[in-house]
């Protein structure tokens, strides 16, 4: 973010393509002056299936809301060591780094491979 105070507010978007299909991984479009967040604060609403009344007396349903912190995963590996990030990724479910970083090498040869033998 730059040095001044920003007063820009990431927009989490899906894209939808020319087909109709929406895109399961949204993205945020970051101006050229910003920086992505490091941190996101998303609130989760769920109908409790309970009503009260609205401003005319109308049924509306309650909603209870419960905040949702997710960090920046190349920021905590920037600032962790390797075996604080691994234990992050575990909690997460994910494999240990270097796991995941040998089974990505893996697919990308296999890609290589496949396209080689077109």
Known sequence: MSQSLS????????EDSPDGLTSHI?????????????IFFIFESR?????EPGLEGEEVPVVELDLHQY???????????????????????????ATAVKKGEKITQNIREKIENC
């Open 7 to 14: 007063h820009w507010i990431p927009e989490i978007v899906y």
């Open 26 to 38: 949204p993205f945020v479009q970051v101006p050229a002056d910003e920086e992505m967040p490091k």
């Open 47 to 51: 109908e409790t299936g309970e009503s």
């Open 71 to 97: 960090a920046d995963m190349q920021s905590l590996k920037k600032g962790l060591t390797l075996e604080e990030y691994d234990k992050v990724r575990s909690v997460l479910d994910l494999e240990p780094l």
